[in-house]
């Protein structure tokens, strides 16, 4: 059977008006693209956005990709196809001149006038949505096997990513240890460009069993130092190496508001992969798992 939403099997981890919340967004996203529609035949696909290119190669289709965004690093295979761009400056000369069948991407891919260029020249685009959590993952799965008409290979993935995920999140949802964590994308200007609510940081940090330190608003902003003392976290959470837009260790302790926090004063800093953290794609489960560990490892030193 051929569904683009699975029922909620992963409900005991989300508050009823969240699932509620959730399948509205998603049915007003999806409902009016090509999520429903099937291209069997596409060998020639482009895959923007990481937890897409993934996904393509967890299907075992990836001999059908052509090029591939920026983002998408993993696997390592994944960077020997042609690179189009960032998925959000993608470049439409790139795109066509691999002469491309179908384009896969995640919702935020643009600018709108490659966009508009792309639809004109005709080119089937399917937008794969989902949340930031483990339903999302399973939709994003479900909506890319559909779009390649692989349907069985999909339904056999999402089975094996949904045990995988049940048992990470309920593991992590298990310990005792429930730190306020704050997530720290950039520091522009020596401020503190941090996640808050619906975000894929704020996501990964409840799939982990933490608190999401910021609770005041959604999306992404930079916080006045008061805010930064009453947001009060136990831990830095951060992206590794040139994901993390320059910021460093030593740029973080050096802030006069975050070492008054719990987290300064024990200089509490997790470092990991952004695409792998963030990605909500086949490898969430794993990436829940390490960040658990980290937690845990945290507060096994400072005890």
């Known amino acids: 059977m051929t569904y683009l939403f699975r029922p909620l099997r992963l409900g005991k981890f989300l508050h009823s008006s969240t699932q509620i919340c959730l399948l509205a967004t998603l049915i007003c996203v999806a409902l009016p693209v090509h999520a429903q529609e099937r291209y069997p035949d596409a060998n020639r696909v482009v895959s923007v956005g990481s937890a897409v290119t993934e996904i393509v190669y967890a ?3 990836e001999d059908r990709l052509v090029a591939r965004d920026t983002t998408s690093s993993f696997p390592a295979a994944a960077k020997e196809l042609p ?3 960032y998925m959000r400056r993608l470049s439409p000369e790139g795109i066509l001149s691999v002469n491309p069948d179908l384009i896969l991407t995640e919702p935020g891919s643009g600018p709108a006038e490659t ?3 792309l639809g004109e020249a005709q080119i089937p685009f399917v937008p794969v949505p989902g949340g930031y959590d ?3 993952i399973l939709t994003r799965v479900t909506t890319v096997a ?3 008409g692989v349907e069985e290979k999909g339904a056999a993935l999402v089975a ?3 045990a995988e995920l049940e048992q990470a999140i309920q593991a992590a949802s298990n310990a005792d240890y429930k730190p306020r964590v704050l997530f720290v994308l950039s520091m522009p200007g020596g ?3 941090v996640a808050g609510l619906n975000t894929r940081a ?3 940090i409840k799939m982990a069993g933490a608190v999401n330190a910021v609770q005041e608003f959604t999306e992404y902003r930079t916080l006045t130092d008061e805010a930064i003392v009453t947001s009060a976290p136990d831990v830095v959470l951060m992206m590794s190496h040139s994901a993390n837009h320059g910021a460093t260790s030593e740029d973080l302790w050096a802030h006069p508001a975050l070492s008054l926090t719990p987290a300064g004063k024990n200089k509490a800093l997790i470092a990991m992969s952004g695409s792998y953290l963030l990605g909500f794609g086949p490898r969430t489960a794993n990436a829940v798992a390490d960040l658990r560990k980290n937690l845990d490892d945290l507060q096994a030193g400072e005890s």
């Open 160 to 162: 094996q990513l949904e």
């Open 202 to 204: 704020d996501g990964i």
């Open 146 to 148: 559909q779009a390649l």
């Open 59 to 61: 299907l075992g289709e």
């Open 83 to 85: 690179d189009v761009g």
């Open 115 to 117: 966009i508009e260029l």
């Open 191 to 193: 401020r503190l460009n």
């Open 134 to 136: 483990a339903e999302g």
